[in-house]
């Protein structure tokens, strides 16, 4: 997940050029820069961002360790990925966390943030499923 998130922002920075660009059906592309977490929250208060995303992904890899089947072990995972690689943009890329695919109506995203969405979405389901999705806690 890391690699192919890291890959995808390197590969949109170097060769898509400024402005909108239409992929296919709603999907576009357009760079953006995102110094906050989710829907721009913390936005230009790039520290506490960090300190922010690092405290929940301790939380979500001490929760991995306890999953109690493969699909909760898939979903923490799939969050916690997306959340190391979009800390990883905010470490060492100036302007926060690269952003590209659009959708109308929506905030602009990455496949980190597709990974954190999808294994949230996951965890809703299998809670719903009332299956068991961590050790020592009953759905």
Same mark, same amino acid.
């Given at each position: 997940m890391i690699a192919a998130d890291q890959a995808t922002k390197a590969y949109v920075l170097a060769t898509v050029s400024p402005g909108q660009h239409h992929l296919f059906g709603p999907l576009g592309v357009r760079v953006g820069h995102n /110094?906050?977490?989710g829907f /721009? !929250?913390? /936005?230009?208060?790039s520290l506490a961002a960090i300190v922010v995303? /690092?405290?929940l992904s301790a939380i979500v890899a001490f929760l991995a360790l306890l999953a109690r089947n493969r699909? #909760?072990? +898939?979903? +923490?995972?799939?969050?916690?990925?997306g959340a190391l690689s979009n800390d990883a943009d905010r470490l060492v890329r100036s302007g926060g966390v690269v952003d590209f695919l659009t !959708?109308?109506?929506w905030a602009t995203f990455n496949l980190?943030?597709? #990974?954190?969405? !999808?294994?949230a979405a996951i965890l809703v389901v299998l809670v719903a499923l009332r299956r068991p999705v961590l050790r020592g806690w009953a759905p």
């Open positions: /110094s906050g977490v /721009s !929250l913390l /936005s230009g208060q995303t /690092s405290v699909g #909760a072990g +898939l979903a +923490l995972g799939l969050v916690l990925g !959708l109308p109506h980190a943030d597709t #990974a954190i969405t !999808l294994g």
